[in-house]
Structures are given as structure tokens and as C-alpha cells.
């Protein structure tokens, strides 16, 4: 297995609202022109909940760049992940979220971008069929359950019970997916991942990880 170490490095640079070629590209690269994106009631919180762009791309080239890529995001957020990969990507990106204010800013950032290869569900994963999807990218969406500090709003109570069941739901889930699916996840040590997916690299000092199944 190769792998490989990388860090993170922002740049701090100043946006305008209007989006247009040039400021796509920039979002493409830049977590700060993201950041100048969204609402300022969902701001604030890239550091702990959206993913880094420079770690979506990795995870892009990992997942398949194809048509025939069909990509869900779990627990999607304010979209970060499903919209700077369709930016950068032919494949499709699902992104499923439980709270209808993040869906719904996730909706906004997607018609601002004028983004046809990314879809939106406000639910929950327990409803999403896993076999609709050729590859998957978890992101910790559950740690809020078991978070402290550092939430992004008081909807998500403190219930391990919560947390315990959600990543059970999930692992199982995986476990019916076909050959051949990828699993991207990132900052998530307590998925435990099933003994027929092989983990074939890591980045960022091994914080993100591609797996598939065998």
C-alpha cells in the first residue's frame, strides 16, 4: 500500500457574492471562497464540519471521475463536499442531510453554482437505499452525538445510544453494497469497516482513507 502524507494550508482572500467563471474556479481551490459563500447564520463552521477542498479533491480522484459514478455523501451539510467535487468531477453527487436548514442552504449554493451533477435529500440515511450508489464518502456526520462542544446548532442532542446505532446502521448498510464500491472517509477512526473492503491508500496523515470492497 502506498502512503502518502499531506497538509492543509488556507489562504485568506477577500469575495464577492456575484458568482461567476472566475470565482468558481476559486472555489474549487480555495476554502475561504467557500466560506464567503454561505449564509452568515451557517458560517463559522468549515474548521470542524466541512470537509477541506484540498481533501475533497483527493477524495474526486479516488472516487472516479466518470458519468457512471454515482457518489453519496453522508450527512452532506451545507453541500461543501457533493458541490466542490461535481465542480471538479462528471460523476453524480447525492449528498443526504437531516437538517432542513443546511439542505436548504445546500439547495441555494447548488443554483448559485448552476451544478447539474449534484442532488440534495433532505432525510435520513436510514432511507437511502446504499445500492443506488457506486461509492460512499463519510465524514464523522454523526459526531455531533457525542460532541461536547463544537456542534453547529442545538437540533443534534448528546445520545451515544444515537451515535452507537447510527454508525451500526451505516456499517451494515455497507456490508450489502456490491463489489468493487469505494468508501472515502475522513476524521471517522470509529467506523469499523467490514473484512471484505481492503484499504488501498491514505492522505493526510492517514485521516482520510480509501477503501473498497473485494
Not at 437540533?155 to 448498510?173: H, P, T
Request: proline share 2%; aromatic share 14%.
Amino acid at each position: 500500500m502506498n502512503v502518502k502524507v499531506k497538509y492543509y494550508k488556507s489562504v485568506t482572500f477577500t469575495f464577492e457574492m456575484s458568482v461567476n467563471k472566475e470565482e468558481k474556479s476559486l472555489i474549487c481551490r480555495n476554502d475561504d471562497a467557500f466560506e464567503k459563500m454561505l449564509q452568515e447564520a451557517v458560517r463559522g463552521h468549515s474548521f470542524v464540519h466541512w470537509t477541506p477542498v484540498e481533501v475533497i479533491k483527493t477524495a474526486v480522484d479516488w472516487l472516479g471521475t466518470g458519468r457512471n459514478n454515482r457518489v453519496l455523501d453522508i450527512g452532506s451539510g451545507t453541500g461543501k463536499f457533493c458541490l466542490v467535487a461535481a465542480m471538479n468531477s462528471n460523476a453524480h453527487y447525492t449528498g443526504v442531510e437531516l437538517r432542513e436548514n443546511l439542505y436548504q442552504e445546500a439547495q441555494r449554493l447548488k443554483s448559485e453554482l448552476e451544478l447539474s451533477n449534484v442532488e440534495f435529500i433532505h432525510g435520513d440515511v436510514k432511507n437511502i437505499d446504499f445500492n443506488n450508489f457506486t461509492s460512499f464518502y463519510f465524514y464523522n456526520p454523526f459526531c455531533e452525538h457525542i460532541a461536547i462542544s463544537g456542534g453547529i446548532d442545538d437540533q443534534i442532542s448528546f445520545d451515544e445510544d444515537a451515535f452507537y446505532s447510527y454508525q451500526e446502521l451505516v456499517e451494515n448498510k455497507l456490508k450489502e453494497t456490491p463489489k468493487g464500491t469505494k468508501l472515502v472517509k475522513y476524521c471517522s477512526p470509529e467506523l469499523e469497516i467490514s473484512m471484505d473492503f481492503d484499504l488501498h491508500d491514505m492522505y493526510f496523515d492517514g485521516q482520510l482513507q480509501l477503501w473498497i470492497k473485494n
